[in-house]
């Protein structure tokens, strides 16, 4: 297997062409962060970059509504297993010592439900907390009746 993935790795790592950068900086040398530029929804990559901003500034990861990692709603990717955090507990079952799976539905109303195989519901500080993350996040990306929660400039 290692000798296999030296070389793809190497070339999944050339993403870009010299031009591609070129532009990619002249692009950004008009705007203070460029992370979120090519992203199509931009009242998403508005929050994200705001939640980026906030977090540096002491904003807890854990309550943000989008994910840095994945670019997108923090619902669409909680079930990653990179959202699995065992050290604070988040998506992590402490009594069971295993991962917590997340139910989304997107559709109207929408629900988030966290369930546990071996225990059922996985109560927990860390794990309420993902639970309100990630009903914020629905919300947020619907931005109907729940209050907006950012002030999003135009385009
Ligand atoms: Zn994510
Ligand atoms: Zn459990």
Not at 74 to 89: A, W
Not at 124 to 148: F, I, K, Q, Y
Request: hydrophobic share 30%; aromatic share 4%; glycine share 6%.
């Amino acid at each position: 297997m290692a000798p296999h993935a030296g070389p793809r790795t190497r070339t999944s790592l050339r993403l870009v062409c010299p031009e591609e950068v070129v532009l990619r900086r002249s692009a950004a040398g008009s705007r203070p962060r460029g992370r979120y530029d090519d992203l199509a929804d931009r009242r998403l990559a508005a929050i994200l970059a705001a939640e980026d901003t906030a977090q540096e500034h002491g904003l807890s990861p854990h309550t943000r509504t989008t994910c840095y990692v994945h670019r997108c709603w923090v619902h669409q990717c909680v079930s990653d297993p990179l959202h699995v955090i065992v050290v604070t507990g988040h998506r992590w079952c402490r009594r069971c010592e295993c991962p917590v799976d997340v139910d989304v539905d997107e559709s109207a109303p929408g629900s988030i439900r966290l369930s546990c195989d071996r225990c059922g519901e996985p109560d927990s500080a860390a794990n309420r907390e993902v639970l309100s993350s990630c009903r914020t996040s629905l919300a947020a990306m619907r931005g109907g009746d729940a209050p907006t929660l950012y002030s999003v400039p135009g385009p």
